[in-house]
């Protein structure tokens, strides 16, 4: 019963911004860290973002300044606010999550994807 849906993925000029959201659901006890990954075509899935439980967050130094890691537990949901992109910034954007589920234990998960595209 638990999974991660993405949203918000879709077209944008460069220099624009779109936000991405990743809500998690199903027998949830709690949340623990979150992220945001990207595999461009042709790349490796990269790391771009991480939240942690107390808020902490950190970024790949590629969007340092321009991308946003938000969490909204009460929604049991991760946003990126990604701002000034670049096409660069073109990938498959991939929620992860560390959950506790309820009668089950810790475990990762990963969300379907939603495509985010930057065109010149």
């Known amino acids: 019963q638990v999974q991660l849906v993405e949203s918000g993925g879709g077209w944008v000029q460069a220099g624009g911004s779109l936000r991405l959201s990743c809500a998690a659901s199903?027998?949830?006890?709690?949340?623990?860290?979150m992220y945001w990954y990207r595999q461009a075509p042709g790349k490796q899935r990269e790391l771009v973002a991480g939240?942690?439980?107390?808020?902490?967050?950190n970024y790949v130094d590629s969007v340092k300044g321009r991308f946003t890691i938000s969490r909204d537990d009460a929604k049991n949901t991760v946003y990126l606010q990604m701002n000034s992109l670049k096409p660069e910034d073109t990938a498959v954007y991939y929620c992860?999550?560390?959950?506790?589920?309820?009668?089950?234990?810790?475990?990762?998960?990963w969300g379907k994807g939603t495509l985010v595209t930057v065109s010149s």
């Open positions: 992860n999550a560390d959950l506790l589920i309820l009668f089950s234990g810790s475990s990762n998960y």
């Open positions: 199903g027998r949830i006890f709690s949340i623990n860290s």
């Open positions: 939240i942690t439980r107390g808020g902490s967050t």
